[in-house]
């Protein structure tokens, strides 16, 4: 077995607020392997974005951000100056947002950003850098690669801005990229195409890619490894086929009854529902955080709830070991 | 060809329109073009957002609309709307045109539910405020009948009472669309345009609202328009499919013979990128290229030819023909009738 590349254990993230201490991430851990893909869903404000900026460095300097352990490749990412990061960020690890404009700037042409990605971490001419830029182009399917170079982000379409995003992450041929919510923005035909690129390229360059979504036909397409996140906590994790074939944990099984499938769900029938809203995050919480929309809660969910793990690599925390309705 | 088989899912759901029944709504030939510049100094061109669509309505069918961004799906939800008026072409309510002066004719039969839950509710109003404001700008009853209104429409959507009195920015993402939509049926219209309703939700909170849609149709014999780029919340809720590309309808049906037997290219392309939550597939190949088109200056002849697979040489040139079906139509070379 090779060593993962990323272990995060016990991250936490605190936003101190007005009405006293948000806590967004609540102990996470979780690990992954070159060439393997880790897909993070969850609930709007469960912390899935914030996960992502804590491993590149990337938080607001008023959060507070600890872990048992952030490693990167063997290197301690807690230990890491801003500076250090920065020579980290585009060149051993990189990140694709959903919104490209993020990373894109408005008054330089592709080619000019295309190169500085490379040329800022390695030392290479301009006649090469170039050259680099028209492979990775055509790498994400960029026809006429060279004209394009001298154009502007605002002359592309949604869709040709995200592949020179991706481009641009993948100048270098990073370790890790990480994906938050990389194709919401866009149509499905084009989401599909995209999504088909990022995963043949992370097998290409055998990167290990963590992918941010709240689309589970993408999670379940995509995914070698699937993170269930509910506020601020992991509450299910395992492979792709644990996650979507025998799914334990209520939120996950619930999440998968409210989505119509072709073929399986009845065009018109009532689809299941998860009624409630998320807790607020601020102030010390006990308990399971699900408790006010499980639909098999009891008392004992109000104490500490157990973490169980049921193979090498699935765990869900819930106080049922066997879940209710649940074929064994 | 296909097109006349009726499978049990399509004659469960659909309903069927009666020979000569009269649509509750319909566009006949509307355009719409808007006046665009696209740099600085150079001089404005045409943008065709709608090239001809023809499009009915027939009462208690859910027509989902469906294509890619830009293609002008939100242009022919405003034209129905009544907020933009179409460059030509018509429109008819129960076979009768509408006419620029009869507007607010439209306003009242007709009321809007947006994707944005966000931004589509004044900050500033409380709840009973947004719910009543359709009353109060077409001056129908008064303060107490309204008040009653409200209080109805609240019950019918599932939100207590008690966030009369508050605001919007107190509520989750889908309980504010649940205020959107009682808004839209505090007039008793009798078409609802859904634009996008449950994009900005959370899953868990999207088939709250996918339900509720649902149960209201039924309850109060709704007819939707329903737009989405979500095709399996189509095929869940849609009787009738009409496929938009680049302005113009390229394809229509009833949705189970869509979703069972597309047969124009770029439907099949849709379809095939729907991601079924299946671990053991991966993500599928389209076989549409990277080529994407510009709507100020779109293709020649069939203006899905830089991505379609199938396009033969007369593609490139001619627009494709309008192909009728029993109970839909297809534009598409490939499906042209030979002249004999
Ligand atoms: N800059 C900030 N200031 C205050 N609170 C923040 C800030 N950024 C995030 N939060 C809070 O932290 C929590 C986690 O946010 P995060 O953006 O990680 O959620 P997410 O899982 O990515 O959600 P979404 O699916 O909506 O993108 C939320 O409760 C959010 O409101
Ligand atoms: N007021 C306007 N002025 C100029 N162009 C416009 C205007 N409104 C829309 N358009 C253009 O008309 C075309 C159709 O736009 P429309 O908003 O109807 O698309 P849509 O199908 O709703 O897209 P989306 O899925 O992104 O909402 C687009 O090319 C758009 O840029
Ligand atoms: S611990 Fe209790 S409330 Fe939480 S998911 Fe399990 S049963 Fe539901
Ligand atoms: S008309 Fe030609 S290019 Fe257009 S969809 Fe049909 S086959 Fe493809
Ligand atoms: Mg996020
Ligand atoms: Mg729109």
Redesign the interface.
């Known amino acids: 077995m090779s060593e993962p590349v990323l272990r995060v254990e016990n991250l936490t993230i605190d936003i101190p607020m007005a009405q006293g201490t948000l806590h967004a991430v609540r102990g996470i851990d979780f690990e992954l392997k070159r060439g393997e893909t880790l897909c993070i869903v969850g ?2 404000g469960s912390g899935k974005s914030l996960t992502s900026l804590a491993i590149m460095g990337l938080l607001s300097k008023k959060m507070r951000c600890n872990a048992a352990r952030l490693d990167f490749s063997g290197i301690d990412l807690r230990k890491q100056s801003p500076r250090a990061m920065r020579a980290l960020r585009g060149d051993r690890m990189a990140m694709i947002f959903q919104e490209p404009m993020t990373s894109l700037n408005p008054a330089y042409t592709i080619g000019d950003q295309l190169m500085e990605a490379l040329q800022l971490h390695r030392p290479v001419g301009r006649a090469e850098a170039r050259a680099r830029a028209i492979e990775l182009l055509g790498k994400v ?3 006429a690669a060279e004209s394009r170079l001298s154009q502007y982000p605002h002359q592309l ?4 801005r995200q ?1 020179v995003m991706i481009a641009m992450a993948l100048m270098c041929e990073p370790e890790l990229i990480i994906a938050d919510e990389p194709t919401t923005a ?8 995209i ?2 690129l990022l ?1 043949d390229l992370q097998r290409e360059m055998n990167m290990a890619m963590i992918l941010v979504t ?10 070698d490894k699937v993170v269930v996140m509910y506020a601020g906590e992991v509450v299910e994790k395992g492979s ?2 644990e ?3 025998t799914p334990r944990h209520p939120y996950t099984r ?10 399986k ?4 029938e ?6 409630g ?1 998320v807790p607020s995050l601020i102030g010390h919480m006990d308990g399971c955080a699900f408790r006010s929309r499980c639909d098999v809660a009891e008392v004992a969910c109000a104490s500490d709830v157990p973490v169980r793990r049921t193979g090498e690599d699935h765990m869900y925390r819930c106080i049922h070991e066997v879940q209710p309705g649940a074929p064994s | 060809m296909s097109t006349t088989t009726t499978t049990q ?1 399509a004659a469960a ?1 659909a309903v069927a329109p009666e020979a000569g029944a009269t649509p509750v709504l319909e566009l006949a030939a509307v355009t719409k073009t808007y006046r665009v510049k696209q740099g600085m100094f150079s001089a404005a061109r045409p943008l065709h957002a709608l090239g001809g669509v023809s499009l009915r309505i027939y009462r208690k069918d859910v027509l989902g609309l469906v294509g ?2 830009g293609c002008g799906k939100s242009t022919l939800a405003k034209i129905l709307l009544g907020l933009e008026a179409p460059t030509s072409g018509q429109v008819l309510i129960d076979g009768r045109e509408v006419t620029a002066r009869e507007r607010t004719v439209l306003a009242r039969r007709i009321q809007p539910i947006f994707q944005d839950p966000y931004s589509s509710l004044n900050p500033r109003k409380s709840i009973e405020d947004i719910i009543a404001l359709p009353l109060v700008v077409h001056k129908i009853g008064d303060s107490a009948s309204r008040a009653k209104s409200v209080a109805r429409m609240l019950d019918l959507v599932g939100l207590p009472q008690r966030v009369l009195r508050g605001y919007p920015n107190q509520l ?4 504010r669309q649940r205020v959107a939509i009682a808004r839209a049926l505090v007039m008793n219209p009798e078409i609802v345009i859904c634009d996008e309703p449950t994009s900005a939700l ?7 609202i ?2 509720l849609l ?1 149960d209201l149709r039924e309850e109060l014999g709704l007819t939707y328009l329903f737009i989405s ?5 189509v ?3 849609a009787t009738r499919v009409a496929v938009m590309y680049l302005g113009k309808i390229v394809e229509e049906a009833p ?2 013979e869509l ?1 069972a037997g597309p047969r124009h290219p770029y439907t099949k ?2 379809l ?15 076989h ?5 088109p510009n709507p100020i200056d779109p293709p020649s002849g069939c203006h899905f030819h830089p991505r379609c697979a199938s396009a033969l040489e007369i593609c490139k040139t001619t627009p494709p023909p309008h192909v009728r079906s029993a109970q839909g139509h297809v534009d598409c070379h490939l499906h042209a009738v030979p002249a004999h």
């Open positions: 609930e709007s399917g960029i026809t379409s949604g869709g040709l592949r866009l149509d499905v035909t084009i989401q599909a195409q999504l088909r995963a709240h689309d589970l036909g993408v999670v379940a397409r995509i995914a792709a086929r996650i979507f074939e619930g999440l998968l009854r409210c989505i119509p499938v072709p073929g769900t009845r065009p018109g009532h689809l299941g529902s998860i009624p809203i | 899912a759901q890619e961004s989750s993402g889908g309980q959370d899953v868990s909170v999207q088939s709250q996918l339900n649902g780029h979500n095709l399996a919340v095929e869940h809720l949705a189970a979703f392309a849709l095939e990128s729907v991601l079924t939550p299946d671990p053991n597939l991966s993500v599928p190949d389209t549409l290229g990277a080529t994407y």
